[in-house]
């Protein structure tokens, strides 16, 4: 573990974490809106609003699997020390990182259990550029319809058909982060 390792942590712990915590939960109860986090300098190439949503969510009971995009020594070592994450294959994941081609294929990770649909991951996809326009949403946080900038539609049309289970999903790209439940319907416009 070098030194880098052990610096891009949040200056201001408390507060910094209790924004982004704030961030990622509006970001979950109204799909499609963008949110800016700070604070995090993450080594590359985690993005600072992936690296605050891992200061934040992450602990030593989330596993959480790095993708191959993802998955490089200094990553490893940042999130080993700044979290105490362990570091689990797809299958185990609570939370996934990595960009959309590396995640792939999704049917890797727990969907949860008809009795438990809440043991499923949390996918943080990492995109070159967030915006809200691209293809529409519409469900709960929703007053009409949204748009976000998405990877691709099919995959999220059928991730909300299997509601109860199914995964949610992060988007981040710079300090922005936005937020895809599995209960959100997607349609290409």
């Known amino acids: 573990m070098d030194a880098a390792s052990l610096s891009g942590g949040f200056a201001d712990t408390a507060r910094e974490a209790a924004r ?14 963008l949110h800016a986090v700070t604070g ?16 934040t969510l992450a602990d030593t009971t989330t596993g959480l699997h790095l993708a191959p995009s993802h998955d490089v020594a200094a990553v490893r070592d940042w999130v080993t020390f700044h979290t105490g994450a362990p570091l689990v294959g797809p299958e185990a994941a609570v939370f996934a990182l990595g960009d959309w081609a590396s995640l792939q ?6 969907i949860g ?29 929703i007053k009409e319809t949204a748009q976000l900038s998405m990877p691709e539609t099919e995959a999220f049309v059928q ?3 299997l509601f109860p289970l199914g995964l949610d999903f992060f988007f981040t790209a710079g300090d922005l982060l936005a937020a895809l439940p599995r209960t959100t319907k997607v349609e290409a416009l």
Request: proline share 15%.
């Open 20 to 33: 982004a915590f704030r961030a990622s939960l509006d970001a979950m109860a109204r799909p499609g809106t």
């Open 40 to 55: 995090a300098l993450p080594p590359a190439p985690l993005s600072p609003a992936a690296g605050a949503l891992i200061l």
């Open 105 to 110: 294929p999704l049917d890797r990770f727990p």
């Open 113 to 141: 259990r008809a009795d438990y649909p809440d043991r499923s991951a949390t996918l943080i996809v990492e995109m070159p550029a967030l915006a809200a326009s691209g293809v529409r949403l519409t469900g709960p946080g």
């Open 159 to 161: 991730n909300a058909q």
